[in-house]
């Protein structure tokens, strides 16, 4: 499953949606992405606007998960 498929199956289970309805907006998803796939999200809630980690699209997320498994290679 590539990272797009299983980040997007996270948020859909996080928020109980099915995959083709994923929204954002449930802040559970980082902690089951971060278990997912052992990274550490850089991912305030208090601050999110301060963080380096964008959630603003689901396409964001993904970017940032393949980001940060890189960078633990």
Known sequence: MST???VITILA???MIEPEDVTLGVVEC???IEETFDINVPFNANSPSES???ISTVRSIVA???RL?????
Do not use: H, M
């Not at 498994?69 to 290679?73: D, G, I, L, N």
């Open 30 to 32: 980082i902690f089951a």
């Open 13 to 15: 289970e996080q928020a």
């Open 52 to 54: 380096d980690f964008d």
């Open 4 to 6: 797009q498929d299983q």
């Open 69 to 73: 498994k890189a960078e633990q290679s």
């Open 64 to 66: 940032g998960v393949e």
